[in-house]
């Protein structure tokens, strides 16, 4: 039997364990009957209230004993475990989802372990050292175990007719979302160059006046740019400031930088012993690495551009991952820079270095502040895929817990209702197959996404920590939010309404039996006087 998540495996075996319970405490302390009684005593009270003579004995004897033999075939269907039906008897076993990690994910068991940290924290539901009571509590009654591999069965036919493509554009921002830079070295590096190029060229084009800019950067910073646009300016490696002459190209590092030989050509304020100028006084020795241009800088293999692009694995799958969505080697390149700025937070140390401060405390702080006063803002954008999909199939488990563990005592109370037993069902079904749905969301997100930035046209700090200005990255959380949540609540309405025709069907189905037992009581007796 396929469940649908590795918390449901165990939950399924403690919901019945707990099931299990209840129905030996009904059983043991002889509350089994009761209902048996309430039958008897129920026919004998209705038929004084009507006046025996309208009712006769047969009458009473036929109503008892069809309400007798139907709660007899629901106890003995929803109520009585058999060895046979043990969970213990079949494979529990889960598919895990694909993931940027994980693309081709091998099924787990219940005997074989699941490989999750639920292997040791629930190893009781396993074994039934819960309660001490082995692997009895694992039988599942003859009914309820028909309803669940029915429905199990279902979700892996329909989940198998689902061509499960995730898209590209989700595996690259799972990936964004979990990256992190941990090299000092490089951290620094970037805060650098904010601090001795961009802040220079921001302030520089700040200060021109747009007729002065070439035709090609009005271009590029052209509210119709779809690849760059007047937000261009706003981060570390603009296409502006890396083409248009007197910026990056025109501006040199402060001081040296490591990795960047020196350059006399360009290095003009260095010492150069081939010139034949003495030094510039006795014992000078020049740095050991020259003062590249920003634009060297930046785009040069020892650069920041291309230490941000070379750092761990899981940055390399996801610039492996932007490779194939981008066609122009540059532009992906950017997509991975502008995401490690956004990780360094340069513009927040640059402005505690001007202030004299230690800026370790205070970037934690100021991060901590800045997340709190936009909190309204990207709400949305912290809604993503994986997160959400664990907590529901959580979510559903536990539910599914709850409905095995209190069937014994539902079908109890309710007096062995053939309704109860078919309201269980319904509601089984309805629960398990909200995992369909949530499969159908993922299908559906992915073609979503796809049609809102097709050709890689997304930008992967939006994606990741947005501000709000994409309102496609609203829409898409919105609709994701609305799927996920909306078509379980509107298919549990909608299976309401069987549950309602049910109650009906049945209803007039249980009077009219009770109506041909008591006009065959009146037939007899009328033809007995005769």
């Given amino acids: 039997m396929q469940l649908d998540s590795y918390l449901e495996i165990f939950t399924t075996m403690y919901g019945w364990a707990f099931a299990n319970i209840f129905g030996e405490i009904i059983t043991g302390t002889g509350l089994v009957v009761v209902p048996?009684?309430?039958?008897?005593?129920?026919?004998?009270?209705e038929a004084k209230e009507q006046g025996a003579e309208n009712v006769g004995v047969f009458g009473v004897i036929d109503r008892i004993g069809t309400q007798l033999i139907t709660a007899l075939f629901v106890f003995s269907v929803c109520f009585a475990t058999l060895p046979v039906t043990s969970l213990h008897s079949i494979s529990l076993s889960y598919q895990p989802r694909p993931t940027v990690a994980d693309p081709t994910p091998a099924p787990v068991t219940r005997d074989g372990g699941t490989g999750s940290t639920f292997d040791?924290?629930?190893?009781?539901?396993?074994?039934?050292?819960?309660?001490?009571a082995g692997g009895s509590l694992s039988n599942v009654p003859a009914w309820w175990f028909t309803v669940m591999s029915i429905s199990a069965g279902a979700n892996t036919a329909l989940r198998a007719g689902i061509?499960?493509?995730?898209?590209?554009?989700?595996a690259i921002e799972e990936l964004?979302?979990?990256?992190?830079?941990?090299?000092?070295?490089?951290?620094?590096?970037?805060q650098r160059f904010y601090s001795e190029c961009f802040k220079p060229a921001q302030s520089k084009y700040i200060n021109t006046v747009r007729s002065d800019i070439s035709a090609s950067g009005q271009a590029i910073i052209a509210a119709t740019n779809t690849n760059y646009g007047p937000n261009d300016v706003g981060w570390i490696g603009s296409q502006l400031f890396r083409t248009e002459p007197g910026f990056y190209r025109d501006m040199r590092a402060a001081d040296p930088v490591p990795g960047f030989a020196v350059n006399f050509a360009r290095d003009?304020?260095?010492?150069?012993?081939?010139?034949?100028?003495p030094p510039p006084y006795e014992g000078y020795v020049n740095p050991d690495w020259g003062r590249p241009t920003c634009k060297e800088w930046w785009e040069d293999a020892p650069g920041v551009r291309e230490a941000m692009v070379a750092q761990g694995q899981r940055w390399q799958n996801m610039t492996d991952r932007i490779r194939v969505l981008f066609t122009d080697e540059d532009r992906a390149k950017d997509q991975i820079a502008q995401l490690a700025e956004s990780l360094a937070n340069p513009a927040f140390v640059d402005t505690t270095r001007a202030l004299g401060v230690d800026n370790s405390l205070p970037q934690n702080v100021g991060g901590a502040i800045s997340t709190i006063g936009v909190f309204l803002t990207q709400l949305f954008s912290y809604v993503t895929i994986t997160p959400l999909m664990n907590g529901l199939l959580m979510m559903q488990a536990i539910i599914l817990m709850g409905m095995y563990m209190f069937l014994p005592l539902i079908t109890f109370l309710s007096g062995y209702n053939l309704k109860v037993m078919l309201y269980g069902a319904v509601g089984i079904f309805t629960v398990k197959f909200w995992a369909i749905l949530w499969s159908i969301t993922l299908w559906m997100d992915a073609h979503l996404v796809k049609a809102m930035y097709p050709e890689g046209t997304f930008k992967l700090t939006d994606m990741v920590r947005s501000t709000g200005n994409d309102y496609k990255l609203t829409l898409m959380a919105l609709l994701m939010m609305t799927m996920f949540i909306g078509l379980p609540l509107l298919w549990t309405g909608m299976m309401a309404w069987i549950g309602i025709n049910v109650n009906s069907s049945l209803t007039g189905l249980l009077k009219s039996a009770d109506s041909t037992a008591t006009n065959a009581s009146n037939s007899s007796r009328g033809g007995g006087r005769r």
Wanted: hydrophobic letters at 45%; charged letters at 20%; aromatic letters at 8%.
């Fill in 36 to 45: 048996f009684m309430l039958i008897v005593f129920n026919a004998w009270r």
């Fill in 120 to 132: 040791t924290a629930m190893v009781d539901a396993i074994d039934g050292s819960m309660s001490g």
């Fill in 163 to 170: 061509n499960s493509s995730e898209s590209e554009i989700r």
């Fill in 176 to 190: 964004a979302r979990i990256a992190t830079i941990e090299d000092p070295a490089l951290l620094h590096s970037i």
């Fill in 268 to 277: 003009g304020d260095y010492y150069n012993p081939s010139a034949g100028a």
